[in-house]
């Protein structure tokens, strides 16, 4: 296991910013304090995890698991400040294999069509990890952090790791929020062809050719991003360059890719789940279709499902209110069990 390129030292608080721009100050003078975040580094689970905690210590938790090759900085400081001021701990994190975290760089990138055909024939690639390891991770973070129970919050394949936690760990999950997420279920259309192809197109190397990268990158960005929300590219490019500071391994995107492909089917583990679920699905969500957030919702008892109009495989600004107003929901929900 190895770190990756980057600057991810752990460095004294600094204000809470959101891309590169003062997060609103939402906070009186006395509780102002608790709204400045440092990076940490903990053990867990085996490896280094990165996280950053907004809010009070002793608050009812919040863990915000990440999506596909994305950072802890995707839960975007003002989304994470408006949770914590409702009264909650914020916790956001860096996967393994991204960011801050402990990348396994010395472990290959799975050949895709070999695994594909193993998958076929019924057989089980070795791959680094799957998602039972980063929900063990999620659940690891939590031990370390010696908070009993959370409220679990995933976003994307973060949202497929929820799933896994919150099945296999019962009494640690007192709610589940999926967010533009999936069950695994082999039958439900696939993404756009387009879209794919534009995932699997391997991006230039941003230390080479930063401009061609932020232009292939933003053009995904845009393809997967609602029709109902302005997309703001300013915003975006700012997001993908503290990303290349923070972390940049390509490799790490392909592993996580082969964990989300060992785990398969996920629906009878999700059928044992008994928090109460959230699931969030944009209706405009061309890379996991609409029709696989209903799959997970109807594949876990009591769960509701929660359409959002205009709403694509991104979490823009003019969502979070909406968004945070779901988890704590659901979170009163978890609360009164």
């Known amino acids: 296991m190895a770190l990756h390129k980057g600057s991810c030292v752990p460095g004294p608080a600094q204000p809470a910013r959101r891309n590169g721009a003062d997060a609103p100050d939402t906070t009186g ?12 580094m903990l053990k867990a689970n085996g490896i280094d995890l990165a996280y950053e905690s907004f809010g009070d210590d002793d608050a009812e938790a919040i863990l915000l ?11 975007t400081i003002p989304f994470c400040l408006d949770l914590a001021a409702r009264g909650y701990r914020v916790i956001r994190f860096d996967n393994r ?29 070795d791959v680094p990890y799957t998602l039972n390891d980063m929900a063990g991770d999620a659940i690891g973070l939590l031990d370390a952090l010696s908070i009993d129970r959370a409220h679990v919050v995933g976003r994307s394949m973060g949202g497929m790791i929820a799933q896994i936690a919150a099945s296999e760990h019962p009494g640690r999950v007192l709610s589940l929020t999926s967010i533009m997420s999936g069950s695994g279920n082999p039958s439900l259309p696939p993404a756009a062809p387009d879209v794919m192809a534009m995932m699997t197109t391997r991006a230039p190397d941003p230390f080479a050719d930063e401009a061609g990268f932020l232009a292939h990158s933003l053009a995904f960005a845009r393809r997967i991003a609602g029709s109902g929300y302005p997309f703001d590219e300013e915003v ?18 392909g592993r996580q890719i082969a964990a989300i492909a060992v785990t398969g089917d996920r629906r009878a583990r999700l059928a044992t789940i008994t928090a109460p679920t959230l699931v969030v699905h944009g209706a405009d969500d061309p890379l996991i279709l609409p029709a696989c957030g209903e799959d997970t919702a109807s594949s876990i008892p009591g769960a509701e499902f ?27 929900r978890g609360r009164q069990r």
């Open 236 to 253: 975006q490019r700012a997001l993908l360059l503290e990303e290349l500071r923070r972390a940049h391994d390509p490799g790490g995107f």
């Open 29 to 40: 003078p006395a509780d102002r304090r608790k709204w400045k975040t440092t990076m940490n």
């Open 65 to 75: 698991i990440s999506g596909l090759g994305t950072q802890m900085i995707r839960w």
């Open 306 to 332: 929660m359409l959002v109009s205009g709403m694509g495989h991104d979490l823009p600004p003019a969502l979070y209110r909406t968004m945070a107003d779901a988890v704590e929901r659901f979170a009163r």
């Open 97 to 125: 294999d991204a960011g801050c975290s402990t990348h396994f760089a010395d472990r290959p990138i799975p050949d895709f069509g070999a695994l594909a055909a193993m998958l076929m024939a019924g057989q089980r690639p």
